[in-house]
């Protein structure tokens, strides 16, 4: 019975040492530096075609989003007043992005202090922090940071 164990632990071993070998070379083969930017009249050419694409005349004079990011998380972004309602499931976040202590939450129509509003509050800026920017991230080409809530 030792044997056994002593034969499938070589095996095992070996498979594993197998197994390392070959992610190592696979990312030595394919792990590349990123590029280096290179400010150009090209790139600034394709940029500009990137923003009229995506009519950002357009996205510049509007006053209100509203979206749905995978079906779950819910936005409604006031940017004139930027004040931003997340809703979540049956939890409704205000953000008020210029003055914070103005938040608020509310769950099934009750409104929430403590630690659980700090916590929802805090995941509501992350889930719109990451979902505006896919939403917008074009418009913001030219831009070195992009909009953030803290």
Do not use: C
């Not at 403590?114 to 990451?130: D, M």
């Amino acid at each position: 019975m030792i044997r056994f164990f002593k034969i499938a632990g070589k095996i095992l071993l070996g498979l594993l040492l197998a197994l390392v070998l070959i992610f190592t070379g696979v990312y030595l083969v394919y792990n590349e530096k990123l590029p280096e930017a290179t400010i150009s009249s090209e790139a600034d050419l394709l940029a500009q075609k990137m923003l009229k694409a995506v009519n950002h005349e357009a996205y510049q004079k509007t006053k209100y989003i509203e979206w749905t990011f995978a079906g779950r998380n819910h936005y409604k972004w006031n940017r004139q007043q930027q004040i931003v309602e997340v809703r979540m499931g049956d939890t409704v976040v205000r953000l008020n992005i210029q003055q914070p202590e103005l938040r608020s939450i509310v769950v099934n129509d009750k409104e929430v202090i403590g630690n659980a509003k700090t916590e929802a509050i805090e995941s509501a800026i992350s889930n719109f922090n990451n979902d505006s920017f896919w939403l917008v991230a074009p418009n913001n080409i030219f831009k070195e940071i992009i909009f953030k809530i803290q």
